[in-house]
């Protein structure tokens, strides 16, 4: 069992970064693929970037790629998020998900454990 907790969310103005992180409980992290997904009010939830085991492999999904980057920090248990460039459509609920797996997917059923998410909120 793998227990997510993110933070990091908070209100920024359009242009601005922020760093989400994602703290991951258990002794397996080094084994899971992570990703980050993101719902918006009234919408589904979108994935948005993830990472393979190692880290050596990353996917970003077309809206933020350029301006997210994922990285993680195995020794850490923590996976991260930095978002630059913010614009008012990245408002959202931030998640983020691990998998009982070592590759990089982008489909939410993939995913085997869920944190509670963080709230981010992109001011214009």
């Known amino acids: 069992q793998v227990q997510l907790v993110e933070s990091g969310g908070r209100l920024v103005q359009a242009g601005g970064s922020l760093r989400l992180s994602c703290a991951a409980s258990g002794r397996t992290f080094s084994s899971y693929a992570m990703g980050w997904f993101r719902q918006a009010p009234g919408k589904e939830r979108d994935f948005v970037a993830g990472?393979?085991?190692?880290?050596?492999?990353?996917y970003y999904a077309d809206s933020v790629k350029g301006r997210f980057t994922v990285s993680r920090d195995n020794a850490q248990n923590t996976v991260y998020l930095q978002m630059n460039s913010l614009k008012p459509e990245d408002t959202a609920v931030y998640y983020c998900?691990?998998?009982?797996?070592?590759?990089?997917?982008?489909?939410?059923?993939?995913?085997?454990?869920w944190g509670q998410g963080t709230q981010v909120t992109v001011s214009s």
């Open positions: 998900a691990a998998r009982r797996l070592r590759w990089v997917a982008s489909q939410s059923e993939s995913f085997d454990y």
């Open positions: 990472i393979s085991d190692s880290g050596g492999s990353t």
